[in-house]
């Protein structure tokens, strides 16, 4: 069975412990006991949104069913102010090369723009990419295919590099394309003064959807926007913004009325 980058790594990280516990690692990767006592030993400082990964990797890969004890989500990455977006687009114009100031207006583009998660971002091509009057749509192709709008000042930079770059827009030398790093390499050298804001492409992606939320874009509608596979979905992103519903309650009968509004 050929595993993908994050499988693999995280089942290195199991035949490892197994390995100093004296286990076999295919019968203990069976064990549901082994692997909890894995997640409560061997990844000791892993945030619980980690360790939740690492638990859903490892029992899918042993063939057993769902844990009954779940860790809490990760709480979402605070969005930009308008302050913050501004020096994030500076900064991107006044990169070292052309390459560099393509890769970082492409990465904010699509992330600020149009919510797109790191390994989505990897995917676009120039094809997925297609004028629509003052707007763009982008067609996001992985786990959450899907067609978003995308409104001025985004639309036009990734119009632009559609046309100018023929084939993968974001990075289109890099072989590798499946991994989040491909994202985070590029941000995490974006030069910047050490007392600027930071370039993360979750804060960009809550940036997207917590202005949704601000605009009372209906939930229903959101969620497609966003890739999300429900409301309750919303709830780590809903907690920034004043007025929005901060419980999965509340967020639950909001769409409820919307619906009916719609019937």
Known sequence: MVLGQRDASVLRRFEGFCALEGLGPDLALRDAHVIEAFLQVGCCGLAPHTLGTYRSVLRRLGGAGPATRRFPASPAAPPYDAADVAALWSRARHQSSEQRVANA????????????????????????????????????????PRTV???????????KFAKDRRG????????????????????ATIARDPDEVRTL???????????????????????????LGGVESLLRYARHVEGAPHSKAALRAQRSREWCRDQ
């Open 105 to 144: 207006t492409v990465l904010l583009a699509a992330t600020l723009g149009a919510g797109l998660r790191p390994r989505e971002l990897a995917l676009v091509r120039d094809r997925d990419v297609v004028r629509d009057r003052e707007r763009a749509l982008i067609e996001v192709r992985g786990a959450h």
């Open 201 to 227: 492409s979750g804060r960009c992606r809550s940036t997207f959807i917590c202005s949704h939320l601000q605009a009372h874009t209906p939930l229903g509608e959101l969620c497609a926007l966003a890739g």
């Open 168 to 187: 993968y827009l974001f990075r289109p030398r890099a072989k590798v394309r499946d991994t989040k790093n491909l994202v985070g390499e590029i941000a």
């Open 149 to 159: 709008p995308v409104r001025p000042p985004y639309a036009g930079p990734l119009v």
